[in-house]
């Protein structure tokens, strides 16, 4: 049976303006799907928006217009931005399509009537801009322990979900699957959260204060809390009870991606609904860090937000999905500034990459008019430089297996410096200037290129576009997000006679 691969990024609010947060779990996410579709697997990628709630309300009155409306002008941001960015997501959801909406409500239905769902009348504490609610016990100094601000004391009647039937299942579930929660910390920091007594979770607004929600299909007066609503989306966008078939394979190899910030409605929220609802849960839920700009947190107040539009007018799609997944650990937090993604630009792209390109084609093209030339036998220094190149796919391999981004491009940038050093201590210039060694010549140009070849390959998922550039550059005639993995990681699959071409340098150096 094929295999099936799924990955989400969590769906954004409408109302933000896309950030570098956004685009690093999104750019993130694009890089495993590629990788997977790579190795041959089925892969679905989700992303999407987030429409429902009471600051989407707010805004679109402001605006008086209506929400509907507000959040068909302000998805256009994200969706154009993921164009920019080169992401190849399979599917885009939005809260507010019949699809999504159809499903939640069958869910809800469902678990009312498996008694799952409860009526009650609820007093607790309440952030209007957060939506939710908090016992006094949660309260920071008296204001909400998320945001900070001023809570209100609110009375009301409204559905509840019995999440906290299923605390012991989850603790169970979580010390079983290792690899359930990632980094380890982030897991570790939920079993310390299940210590507590688990809550039942309030999943409905009285529709008189909220009315922007997916109504309760069995109580008019309600519409579904957000997160509810919003966590579905990743069942309803791959066929959930519309297209099972379909939705099962992807299901049982689903990954979420997430940040930090998020861990307890998808470690939490999302495993005990989808217990209730006789799903199993996700197979991995990975939780990465903060973006810091320049050692400050990314705040509106601060007007410090980076603006991924006008990073790559700047830098270029490329080098920004480079810098982001290589500049830190996943998992860990990372500090954006413009010194560090230049310098790294400049060393890591322009130089180590950038020059090995285009000295390779430029031999290619000086001492054998541009046409691959045929190999004769290898020597010890060309079988390390084969030997590298297939074990670097194994690395990468494992460390995509572990979502070990940089990691993985460490590796890459081994065979690179690798290749770098083949050419330096080969010396084809010297060479080319000896009659003699003509044949020599030839097999140390061919094993550049075919280098050059596993390198493009394994670079595709973190910058496609140039390692597409890269991959015509060596006269590859088949589209490379075409290519397998598996049919390709043998030494010595260029053809002898192939033409390269020299092309324009992929990542200029960037003057500071
Ligand atoms: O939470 N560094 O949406 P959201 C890295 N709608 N990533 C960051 C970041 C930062 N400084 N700031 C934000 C929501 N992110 C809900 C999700 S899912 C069913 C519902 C990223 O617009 C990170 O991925 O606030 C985080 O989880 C996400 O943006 C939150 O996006």
């Given at each position: 049976m094929e295999n099936t691969f799924y990955v989400t990024t969590p769906i954004y609010y409408v109302n933000d303006i896309p950030h570098i947060g956004h685009a690093y779990t999104t750019i993130a996410a694009d890089v495993l799907?590629?990788?997977?579709?790579?190795?041959?697997?089925?892969?679905?990628?989700?992303?999407?928006?987030?429409?429902?709630?009471?600051?989407v309300q707010e805004a679109a009155r402001e605006r008086n217009i209506s929400p509907q409306e507000h959040c068909d002008e302000m998805v256009v941001r994200f969706q154009d931005l993921w164009k920019k960015f080169n992401i190849s997501n399979d599917a885009f959801i939005r809260t507010t399509e019949e699809r999504h909406k159809t499903v939640v409500q069958e869910i809800l239905i469902y678990l009312y009537k498996k008694g799952e769902i409860y009526k009650t009348s609820y007093e607790g504490w309440y952030c209007v801009p957060d939506e939710r609610f908090w016992t006094e016990k949660d309260l920071v100094e008296g204001c909400c322990p998320e945001c900070g601000r001023t809570v209100q004391q609110i009375k009301e009647s409204n559905y509840f979900f019995r999440m906290s039937n299923y605390q012991k299942w989850l603790i169970d579930y979580i010390e079983k699957h290792e690899s359930f929660v990632l980094p380890q910390t982030r897991r570790?920091?939920?079993?310390?959260?299940?210590?507590?007594?688990?809550?039942?979770?309030?999943?409905?607004?009285?529709?008189?204060?909220?009315?922007?929600?997916?109504?309760?299909?069995?109580?008019?007066?309600?519409?579904?809390?957000?997160?509810?609503?919003?966590?579905i989306n990743y069942v309803s966008a791959s066929g959930y009870l519309k297209d099972n078939d379909r939705f099962f394979p992807f299901w049982k190899n689903a990954v979420h991606l997430i940040g930090k910030d998020i861990l307890t409605t998808h470690c939490v929220y999302w495993p005990t609904m989808l217990k209730a609802m006789g799903l199993?849960?996700?197979?991995?839920?990975?939780?990465?860090?903060?973006?810091?700009?320049?050692?400050?947190?990314?705040?509106?107040?601060?007007?410090?937000?980076?603006?991924?539009?006008?990073?790559?007018?700047?830098?270029?799609?490329d080098p920004i999905r480079f810098f982001l997944l290589r500049e830190g650990t996943f998992g860990l937090d990372s500090d954006f500034s413009h010194k560090a993604l230049i310098h790294r630009v400049n060393s890591s792209l322009a130089n180590d990459l950038g020059n090995l390109l285009?000295?390779?084609?430029?031999?290619?093209?000086?001492?054998?008019?541009?046409?691959?030339?045929?190999?004769?036998?290898?020597?010890?220094?060309?079988?390390?430089?084969h030997e590298k190149a297939v074990q670097v796919v194994k690395k990468v391999d494992t460390h995509m297996g572990e979502v070990a981004f940089q990691k993985s491009l460490d590796s890459i940038w081994e065979l690179i410096a690798m290749t770098n050093k083949y050419i330096d201590e080969s010396a084809p210039w010297f060479l080319a200037k000896d009659t003699n060694?003509?044949?020599?010549?030839?097999?140390?140009?061919?094993?550049?290129?075919?280098?050059?070849?596993?390198?493009?390959?394994?670079?595709?998922?973190?910058?496609?576009s140039s390692a597409e550039k890269m991959w015509g550059a060596l006269g590859m005639k088949e589209s490379i997000d075409q290519?397998?993995?598996?049919?390709?990681?043998?030494?010595?699959?260029l053809k002898e006679g192939t033409v390269v071409t020299k092309i324009p340098p992929l990542f200029p150096r960037i003057e500071n």
């Open positions: 799907a590629r990788y997977h579709r790579l190795t041959g697997s089925k892969v679905f990628f989700l992303t999407g928006i987030d429409e429902h709630g009471q600051k570790n920091e939920i079993l310390g959260f299940l210590r507590q007594p688990l809550e039942d979770l309030c999943i409905s607004r009285p529709r008189k204060r909220l009315s922007w929600g997916i109504p309760i299909p069995f109580d008019s007066d309600y519409v579904t809390y957000v997160w509810f609503d919003a966590l199993e849960p996700p197979r991995m839920v990975f939780a990465h860090g903060w973006w810091t700009i320049e050692g400050k947190k990314m705040s509106k107040s601060l007007h410090n937000t980076v603006e991924p539009n006008m990073l790559i007018e700047n830098y270029g799609t285009n000295r390779s084609l430029a031999m290619t093209i000086k001492y054998f008019k541009g046409r691959i030339p045929k190999h004769s036998s290898f020597e010890a220094i060309d079988e390390s430089l060694k003509q044949k020599r010549l030839a097999t140390v140009i061919y094993s550049v290129l075919e280098s050059l070849r596993f390198i493009s390959i394994l670079l595709f998922p973190f910058i496609p290519q397998r993995l598996d049919n390709i990681k043998k030494w010595g699959m």
